[in-house]
């Protein structure tokens, strides 16, 4: 309880969080990452490896590490987990095909230990393609399921930035919460 105690202290004056951001490929990560940082979402290319951007967000630096969601690199996303403040789960609604490999993946994702009790924000992103039925989307991948972590999901659009602020209001918020930082 006193490391505990000492962690949320730091946190407390730090006011860092450390976010990861994964998904199947080609979800929408890195344009996520991009567009709340304010650059240039037109041309994107498929991330080989991983993206580090830190950012100052209504108080908070954030960390924000992007990794790459091919098949191949699904093995290398456990190196990413150690401090772990926020987990970002990109889906791409469109991509039907592969709902169930991205409910298989995030439960893979939500019973590893040194995840457990991190705050997780599912967004359902391109929603600027036409009109996306959440309660389907959420039924595929069996989000009534998930136990032992805080979780809320956004309809969004990565690419026009719709509801990309609110959903990161949502986990930094959540975040907070458990660190018992309030302004």
């Known amino acids: 309880m006193v490391l505990l105690s000492i962690l949320r202290k730091r946190k407390q004056q730090e006011k860092e969080i450390r976010l990861l951001i994964l998904g199947l490929d080609a979800s929408g990560k890195t344009t996520f990452m991009k567009k709340i940082n304010g650059e240039d979402v037109d041309t994107i290319s498929p991330t080989f490896g991983f993206n580090i951007e830190t950012l100052t967000y209504?108080?908070?630096?954030?960390?924000l590490w992007d990794v790459g969601g091919q098949q191949k690199l699904r093995s290398y996303w456990r190196n990413y987990f150690e401090r772990t403040d926020g987990l970002i789960w990109v889906v791409d609604p469109w991509d039907t095909a592969r709902l169930e490999d991205c409910r298989k993946e995030l439960f893979s994702l939500l019973n590893e230990e040194i995840?457990?009790?991190c705050s997780v924000l599912i967004l359902i992103n391109k929603c600027d393609r036409g009109e996306v039925d959440e309660d389907s989307v959420k039924k595929a991948l069996q989000l009534d399921d998930i136990k032992g972590h805080h979780f809320e999901t956004f309809k969004t659009s990565a690419k026009n930035g719709d509801n990309l602020?609110?959903?990161l209001d949502w986990l930094c918020g959540d975040i907070a919460s458990k660190v018992l930082v309030f302004d």
């Open 165 to 167: 602020l609110p959903a």
């Open 58 to 63: 209504k108080n908070w630096k954030l960390n």
């Open 115 to 117: 995840l457990v009790g």
